[in-house]
């Protein structure tokens, strides 16, 4: 297995994540692509749900609050 | 390897947490259910930690609008996940403000994305007739995962209220996914008796997923003498039921638990229930000997001839 893929799991989970020293590099390369999956779709339908939000807002208070989400 | 009630429970638990199918978080079946539950809390804790900061700048914002004002922006312009993740980073006294304002299906769906780590405060402050509204469209909507993680955070009078309207499929398939054995016990300790027996019977006679969260539920309750009561009401039934009780319980894996039910039974349930035909099949004690050889019923069946006989 590519270590930066058990790098990068022990980077997300943390020192302490136990699983990561009882799984299989098979299984760690498992846990890390649905890890990586459910991140990226989480990314998505949280920017989708802003986008939605931001064109919905009252145009009074659009631009502050894209301000303060730093758009 | 991990294939018992819990295990199974806790995969279920994993995958949604994943927004997956158990069938993709197959490789952590080579862990037990402690383990695969530390693993969900840290998935949990990556995920919805990851893009707090922005959900903590949206609850600022709130700080400074009225509560109808906030509601109808929030209905407006916020999906549900999007609302349950500025809810989760809002003091619990305001989120609870708006969520009393908002539609029932609404709220369904924002409870579905609500951070497990944060709902208890929020959900006992809300309105306890729209905690059982939100309740009563997750059991619409079938989400017992939700409705197990909601359990914890649940106050006694609302799983009382819960326990008075909700079916009894329902109550064992939320129990199945209840994240606190003490919680489960206490949830279960406030039904009234005839609910109890209600309640058991269905899980010997309904489905065989009602079979497996009825052997999960009396494996995990706490309380000993309310385990007795259920074992009792379970060896009410007629051999049909008990049958495939013990056929659900060898293909999950769950004969632990089917054997801590007849020994919590009082003495008459107990001879009844081992006079089975099924248990005379050829082999079938020995399997249910195999499965769970150190459990300590083996030793108090001594003078029951066919037991005897499979111990010599």
Same mark, same amino acid.
């Given at each position: 297995?590519?270590?930066?893929?058990?790098?990068?799991?022990?980077?997300?989970?943390? $020192?302490? /994540?136990? =699983?990561?020293?009882?799984?299989?590099?098979?299984?760690? *390369?498992? !846990?890390?692509?649905?890890?990586?999956?459910?991140?990226?779709?989480?990314?998505? $339908?949280? /920017?989708? =749900?802003?986008?939605?939000?931001?064109?919905?807002?009252? *145009?009074? !208070?659009?631009?502050?609050?894209?301000?303060?989400?730093?758009? | 390897?991990?294939?018992?009630?819990?295990?199974?429970?806790?995969?279920?638990?994993?995958?949604?947490?994943?927004?997956?199918?158990?069938?993709?978080?197959?490789?952590?079946?080579?862990?037990?259910?402690?383990?695969?539950?530390?693993?969900?809390?840290?998935?949990?804790?990556?995920?919805?930690?990851?893009?707090?900061?922005?959900?903590?700048?949206?609850?600022?914002?709130?700080?400074?609008?009225?509560?109808?004002?906030?509601?109808?922006?929030?209905?407006?312009?916020?999906?549900?996940?999007?609302?349950?993740?500025?809810?989760?980073?809002?003091?619990?006294?305001?989120?609870?403000?708006?969520?009393?304002?908002?539609?029932?299906?609404?709220?369904?769906?924002?409870?579905?994305?609500?951070?497990?780590?944060?709902?208890?405060?929020?959900?006992?402050?809300?309105?306890?007739?729209?905690?059982?509204?939100?309740?009563?469209?997750?059991?619409?909507?079938?989400?017992?995962?939700?409705?197990?993680?909601?359990?914890?955070?649940?106050?006694?009078?609302?799983?009382?209220?819960?326990?008075?309207?909700?079916?009894?499929?329902?109550?064992?398939?939320?129990?199945?996914?209840?994240?606190?054995?003490?919680?489960?016990?206490?949830?279960?300790?406030?039904?009234?008796?005839?609910?109890?027996?209600?309640?058991?019977?269905?899980?010997?006679?309904?489905?065989?997923?009602?079979?497996?969260?009825?052997?999960?539920?009396?494996?995990?309750?706490?309380?000993?003498?309310?385990?007795?009561?259920?074992?009792?009401?379970?060896?009410?039934?007629?051999?049909?039921?008990?049958?495939?009780?013990?056929?659900?319980?060898?293909?999950?894996?769950?004969?632990?638990?089917?054997?801590?039910?007849?020994?919590?039974?009082?003495?008459?349930?107990?001879?009844?229930?081992?006079?089975?035909?099924?248990?005379?099949?050829?082999?079938?004690?020995?399997?249910?000997?195999?499965?769970?050889?150190?459990?300590?019923?083996?030793?108090?069946?001594?003078?029951?001839?066919?037991?005897?006989?499979?111990?010599?």
């Amino acid at each position: 297995m590519r270590s930066d893929v058990r790098d990068e799991l022990r980077r997300w989970f943390g $020192a302490d /994540a136990r =699983a990561l020293d009882v799984l299989t590099d098979t299984e760690l *390369a498992q !846990l890390h692509e649905v890890m990586a999956a459910a991140k990226a779709s989480q990314a998505k $339908a949280l /920017a989708a =749900a802003s986008e939605e939000a931001m064109r919905q807002m009252p *145009a009074v !208070l659009r631009q502050g609050i894209g301000r303060i989400l730093g758009r | 390897m991990g294939h018992d009630l819990a295990t199974k429970a806790e995969l279920v638990k994993l995958a949604r947490a994943l927004d997956t199918t158990p069938e993709r978080v197959a490789f952590a079946t080579t862990l037990d259910h402690g383990e695969v539950r530390r693993l969900r809390e840290q998935v949990v804790g990556v995920l919805y930690d990851e893009h707090r900061a922005a959900f903590q700048r949206v609850a600022t914002i709130t700080r400074f609008l009225p509560t109808p004002l906030n509601v109808r922006i929030a209905l407006r312009a916020f999906s549900p996940l999007l609302a349950a993740r500025i809810a989760g980073e809002m003091p619990a006294e305001r989120a609870a403000e708006l969520a009393n304002r908002m539609p029932v299906d609404y709220l369904a769906e924002a409870c579905v994305h609500l951070d497990p780590r944060r709902a208890a405060p929020l959900l006992t402050r809300i309105e306890p007739n729209r905690v059982l509204a939100v309740v009563a469209e997750l059991v619409n909507r079938g989400d017992f995962i939700t409705l197990g993680r909601l359990l914890d955070a649940a106050s006694e009078k609302i799983v009382g209220d819960v326990a008075a309207t909700v079916p009894d499929d329902a109550l064992l398939r939320i129990g199945f996914y209840a994240e606190s054995d003490s919680r489960l016990t206490r949830a279960v300790l406030v039904l009234p008796p005839e609910r109890l027996r209600s309640v058991v019977h269905r899980a010997m006679t309904g489905p065989e997923d009602l079979r497996s969260a009825g052997l999960s539920l009396i494996g995990r309750l706490t309380d000993d003498a309310l385990r007795g009561r259920l074992a009792n009401h379970a060896a009410e039934l007629g051999f049909d039921a008990h049958t495939a009780m013990l056929h659900t319980a060898l293909s999950d894996g769950a004969v632990p638990e089917l054997l801590t039910a007849v020994a919590a039974m009082d003495e008459p349930s107990r001879k009844r229930v081992l006079t089975l035909p099924a248990l005379t099949e050829s082999g079938m004690l020995l399997r249910l000997h195999a499965a769970a050889p150190d459990h300590p019923l083996w030793s108090t069946l001594t003078n029951h001839a066919l037991v005897r006989r499979l111990l010599a």
